[in-house]
């Protein structure tokens, strides 16, 4: 069983669904400076978004997991930043295909008295 993911980012740029465990590690630590054993699950997507690949190092070893919608798209952050972090809630939403970042009420507006 996959452990539960403890913090989960999202890649920003889309990558070759071609790429593997090593591919996509040598990803995280080249463009995010980042090592990929520590920790975090790394979620990346293609480029029409409608694939993505999960990558998880945990103590024993690495996972890998990939899903692909059938109609729809991953509604995925705008590319500016390199990587994103979601919480459980947005992660549920995000696999199912339904736009997370529309489920959380706008911020109030500052008022200046």
Do not use: C
Not at 32 to 55: D, H, I, M, T, W
């Amino acid at each position: 069983m996959m452990p539960p993911l403890a913090s989960l980012q999202l890649v920003v740029e889309p990558v070759d669904m071609r790429l593997g465990i090593e591919g996509l590690s040598a990803k995280i630590h080249a463009n995010l400076q980042r090592s990929p054993v520590e920790g975090a699950a790394y979620a990346f997507r293609n480029q029409r978004s409608n694939r993505l690949k999960v990558l998880l190092w945990d103590r024993s070893g690495v996972w890998l997991a990939q899903r692909r919608l059938h109609h729809g798209r991953f509604v995925w952050p705008q590319v500016g930043d390199t990587v994103f972090t979601l919480d459980a809630a947005q992660w549920q939403w995000l696999v199912s295909g339904v736009d997370w970042q529309r489920l959380a009420p706008p911020p109030l507006p500052e008022y200046v008295y």
